[in-house]
């Protein structure tokens, strides 16, 4: 296992902890956006970050002043190179509760979009790419799974992140 790889599995939990806490009194409630990205072959756009561990859909937190819609324009440009062509579909907003009882995740289907090419990896993604829907990767979340079969309607949609 690289070292980077051991480092972050180790520290995981306890800077998940540390960037909560912050979050908590900095911002009372954390909002975030995710995009379950679909491409013409139906395949799914994930993403990998450096500081925590598994395969994720594209999207972050919604920053003061800014709404859900424009926090998830900026972060599917910053992580994928996507730039939304159309608004894309409100699919739900989930309480995240296993990460903390003030975090929601509202999240968007994206099917009209661009990308002029793939991102270039950096330190906050290590790596990124379509997927096929019935082979995602291994280490791919719960929480990402379970929006992604709801959104292809394999799956009752749920009222919390996992």
Do not use: C
């Not at 509760?97 to 003030?102: A, F, L, T, Y």
């Amino acid at each position: 296992m690289p070292a980077l790889q051991t480092l972050r599995v180790r520290f995981e939990p306890v800077l998940r902890r540390l960037f909560h806490l912050y979050w908590r009194f900095a911002r009372g409630m954390t909002l975030g956006a995710r995009g379950v990205v679909l491409d013409a072959q139906g395949r799914v756009f994930l993403i990998k970050h450096s500081y925590v561990s598994g395969w994720h859909l594209p999207g972050g937190g919604v920053e003061v002043g800014e709404t859900f819609l424009d926090a998830l324009r900026r972060e599917l440009v910053e992580e994928g190179r996507i730039e939304l062509t159309e608004d894309p579909e409100l699919h739900g907003i989930f309480l995240n509760s296993h990460v903390s009882p003030r975090d929601h995740v509202a999240v968007y289907v994206v099917r009209k979009y661009r990308q002029d090419r793939a991102p270039a990896l950096n330190f906050e993604i290590v790596e990124s790419g379509f997927f096929d829907v019935a082979t995602l990767p291994e280490e791919t979340t719960v929480g990402t799974r379970l929006r992604i079969a709801e959104v292809l309607g394999n799956e009752p949609r749920r009222l919390t992140w996992r």
